[in-house]
């Protein structure tokens, strides 16, 4: 699940992404930092909760065809647990590995507290809090759980209300899930170039202080 960033954007996305916030950003004096990373979190219990669940059938089902022929019954505790244990192991490394399987078996909350870390995590691991204005924003997608959050600095918040953005992040969810993902965050970049360019218009001095696009 590490390469699920790398594989987010082609080069060609990267690139168009890329000219897009230095267009947005020869328009506004602040800072636009899209940042993709594969997850937020490696949700050990996802693993737990996909493998208890798709273990459990298969293994009433096999204690109540087989057990017969094992000379044990048909509610064979020992047999259940022996079959539970089977399927257990195979199906948890299953789940862990697959995408797909994973994201069926994470909790909305979960994923909303894991991913709002994860962002707030970055803003400041990232340096958007030093720039002069205190005017840097982040547009943070994680790919596994298909979420993105916007937070913007201090400047910004004091002149943006943060409800501005959601608009924006529901759009770029849905272009997400639809597979458009450089056209998505593109026009999601546009977007937030528009607003920006509003309350802190581009300064003759400005200088280019953040990474225009950050994949990890």
């Given at each position: ?5 790398k594989e987010f954007l082609t080069a060609s996305e990267q ?43 298969l293994a009433l089902v096999c204690t109540s065809q087989l ?139 400005d200088t280019d202080e953040l990474h225009n696009l950050i994949?990890?």
């Open positions: 699940m590490e390469t699920l960033a690139q168009a992404v890329t000219s897009e916030v230095q267009k947005a950003e020869r328009e506004t004096s602040g800072e636009i930092v899209p940042m993709i990373i594969s997850a937020s979190h490696h949700y050990p219990m996802a693993a737990v909760r996909g493998a208890t669940l798709m273990a459990l059938p057990g017969s022929s094992f000379w044990t019954g048909s509610d064979n505790m020992y047999l259940f647990v022996f079959f539970f244990a089977l399927f257990y192991l195979p199906l948890r490394f299953v789940v862990n590995r697959s995408v797909k399987l994973k994201r069926q078996f994470l909790s909305a909350r979960e994923i909303e507290e894991e991913v709002e870390e994860a962002a707030i995590t970055s803003f400041y691991g990232e340096g958007l809090y030093r720039t002069r204005e205190e005017n840097g924003i982040i547009i943070f997608i994680s790919v596994l759980e298909q979420k993105v959050w916007i937070l913007g600095d201090k400047g910004i918040n004091d002149k943006i209300n943060p409800a501005e953005w959601e608009n924006i992040v529901n759009e770029l969810i849905q272009g997400i899930k639809s597979g458009n993902h450089g056209e998505a965050l593109c026009m999601a970049v546009r977007q937030v170039g528009g607003i920006l360019k509003t309350h802190f218009p581009y300064r003759r001095d994949i990890r």
